[in-house]
């Protein structure tokens, strides 16, 4: 899971350019309340959508999952991110969230930059200690541009964003 180096190569020179740029993008709206940095990452992976039959039953594509890993400022794989939200370090702590605030990508055609709470914890480790985690620095992950045209059609959109945990 943790071993994936080619892509930890990849990914390290979009961490060095997000992190730099990581305070400077958030909002107001979605800063922590007294809240101390424990760790940015930077994550790369693709945001699922499903293709699902709305109120008027007409299919459109909802979103489903995030999967991506995020990564430290080497490059070595940190975190593992997915439904829930939930992330899961290295060690097995375990965290999930829910959305408290969003604002806009800076990036066209990007999901939102978000502001997440924790809800829940497993496990004692790195994650542990976590009560906010911010999505910043988005780029990509909306919903495929072609329409879907069968119901449970899966699409997946890749994304790039800095993840800063803190407690």
């Not at 990452?41 to 890993?69: I, M, N, R």
Request: charged share 15%.
């Amino acid at each position: 899971m943790f071993t994936n180096f080619k892509r930890a190569k990849r990914v390290a020179a979009a961490v060095v350019a997000c992190v730099a740029s990581a305070t400077a993008s958030a909002a107001a709206s979605i800063d922590p309340p007294q809240a101390e940095r424990v760790v940015t990452t930077t994550a790369s992976g693709v945001q699922v959508y499903s293709c699902e039959y709305d109120a008027q039953h007409h299919l459109a594509w909802v979103f489903k999952s995030p999967q991506a890993t995020l990564y430290d400022t080497s490059g070595h794989a940190l975190i593992m991110h997915s439904a829930g939200p939930s992330w899961e370090a290295e060690d097995g702590s375990r965290i999930v969230g829910h959305v408290i605030a969003q604002t806009p990508s800076d990036t066209a055609a990007s999901v939102p930059q978000l502001l997440l709470e924790t809800r829940s914890t497993a496990a004692s480790g790195m994650l542990s200690v976590i009560r906010y985690v911010q999505r910043v620095n988005t780029v990509g992950g909306v919903m495929p541009a072609a329409p879907c045209s069968t119901e449970h059609q899966v699409g997946a959109s890749p994304y790039l964003a800095n993840y800063i945990f803190y407690k």
